[in-house]
C-alpha cells in the first residue's frame, strides 16, 4: 500500500512569494491534516479537511489557506512568504469520521524563505 | 483548554535497559491519545494509541504506555531498549467535548547508548 506523498521535497522561496504544497492520501483515507514543524516548536496543526471540507484549523493567519480536491489529495497554500514560514511542513491522512483512527504522515516539504 | 506536555527534552538510556518517555495531557471529556515517533528526514509513523478499555497499551516495536487517569498521564515504555530506537517521540491528544483538533506535544529525543 502506498503511503502518504507530499511533493515537492524541498521548496525555496522570498519573503511575499507565494507557495503551494501538494498531499495524496493513503487510498481509501478521506481526512488530510496539515501541521508546521518548525525548529524548537513541535507539530503545531494547521487544517484538517473531510470530504472535502474544512472541518477545522488551527491558530494560523488567514495566508495559509488549503482545499480538498474530489480524489481526496489536498493542497496547503501560504501567501505572503514570512522568514517565520521556514518549516517543515507534514501532512497527514487517516480514515474520515473516526476520532480513534491514528494519522499516517507524509516525509514532509521543507519550506526555506530566504 | 486542552493540552499535552513532554516534560523532558531528551532521555538517555544504555542499551537493554528499560525506558520511559512522559506525557500529561489536559482534555474536557474523555481522551483519546497516541504516541508516534520521528525518525530524521521523515514523517512520524504511529505506535499506538488509548481510546478506552485497559490502561496498559500495546503498540508497535515493542512499546507500550501506560494510561493513568488520576495523574492524567500516558507514558511510552519499553522493557530493553535498543539502540535503533533512538529517534524523536511525540505523544498527542485528540480531546473529547466535540473537538477534533489533535494536539502534540514538543517531542522527547530519545538517545539509546551502546
Known amino acids: 500500500e502506498a503511503g502518504v506523498t507530499q511533493s515537492p521535497t524541498h521548496l525555496i522561496k522570498t519573503r511575499g512569494q507565494q507557495a503551494t504544497l501538494r498531499c495524496s492520501p493513503i487510498s481509501g483515507h478521506t481526512s488530510v491534516y496539515w501541521y508546521q514543524q518548525a525548529l524548537g516548536l513541535g507539530l503545531q496543526f494547521l487544517l484538517w479537511y473531510d470530504e472535502g471540507e474544512e472541518r477545522n484549523r488551527g491558530n494560523f493567519p488567514p495566508r495559509f489557506s488549503g482545499r480538498q480536491f474530489p480524489n481526496y489529495s489536498s493542497e496547503l497554500n501560504v501567501n505572503a512568504l514570512e522568514l517565520e514560514d521556514s518549516a517543515l511542513y507534514l501532512c497527514a491522512s487517516s480514515l474520515g469520521g473516526g476520532r480513534n483512527q491514528p494519522q499516517h504522515f507524509g516525509d514532509g516539504t521543507r519550506l526555506s524563505i530566504l | 483548554a486542552q493540552s499535552v506536555a513532554q516534560p523532558e527534552d531528551q532521555v538517555n538510556v544504555a542499551e537493554g535497559n528499560p525506558l520511559t518517555v512522559k506525557c500529561t495531557y489536559s482534555v474536557s471529556g474523555n481522551p483519546y491519545l497516541f504516541w508516534y515517533v520521528q525518525y530524521p528526514n521523515r514523517g512520524l509513523q504511529f505506535l499506538l494509541k488509548?481510546?478506552?478499555?485497559?490502561?496498559l497499551v500495546k503498540g508497535s516495536y515493542g512499546f507500550e504506555a501506560e494510561f493513568n487517569k488520576s495523574q492524567t498521564s500516558f507514558h511510552l515504555k519499553k522493557p530493553s531498549a535498543l539502540v535503533s530506537d533512538s529517534a524523536l517521540y511525540f505523544c498527542a491528544v485528540l480531546g473529547g467535548s466535540g473537538t477534533y483538533k489533535y494536539i502534540f506535544g514538543t517531542g522527547t529525543r530519545l538517545k539509546v547508548l551502546a
Open positions: 488509548y481510546i478506552t478499555g485497559d490502561n
